[in-house]
């Protein structure tokens, strides 16, 4: 047995249709196995991707703006989880439900001011998950 990364690339298309756009493997998820899988896409004639989604994997965020030049956002999913590390779980909803409140602003401007206004709120309470807000704005909105 031995260790290896699988990565996938999965799209939407614009019909709202989750497509998988393609895979590889490789002995691990450093920038090199990263922007290779992402120039077989391109040059399998994946073009104008708008926004990439992806998780916070250093050699990936690397690969994407060395080869695709897109906009990327870290993954909401991935954030929530780690916002959620140092929250007692009695409040659980009430955080998600101001997160929440984030990520359904109609412009990213809207999204960045309301990021700053929920630090805000939860400086007090919660130090740490508004130090780690500060600190992630820029890669858990889209530029």
């Known amino acids: 047995m031995v260790s290896a990364a699988l990565i996938i690339a999965v799209g939407v298309n614009t019909d709202g249709v989750r497509e ?3 895979f590889t493997t490789g002995p691990s998820k450093a920038e090199t ?4 899988f992402l120039r077989s896409l391109s040059g399998r004639g994946l073009r104008g991707a708008k ?14 703006s060395k080869v695709v ?16 590390v140092d929250v007692g779980k009695a409040q659980h909803q009430a955080v998600l439900a101001v997160i929440n409140i984030i990520f359904v602003q109609e412009t990213a401007e809207a999204a960045g001011i309301q990021w700053r206004s ?13 130090s780690m807000m500060d600190v992630t704005e820029t890669k858990c909105l889209p530029s």
């Open 118 to 130: 929920v630090a805000a709120q939860l400086r007090q309470k919660l130090p740490k998950l508004a």
């Open 51 to 64: 926004l990439l989604i992806l998780d916070a994997r250093e050699g990936l965020n690397v690969a994407v």
């Open 69 to 84: 030049k897109t906009r990327w956002q870290r993954r909401w999913a991935h954030f929530i989880r780690k916002a959620l």
């Open 33 to 36: 196995i990263w922007s290779e």
């Open 20 to 22: 998988i756009l393609g």
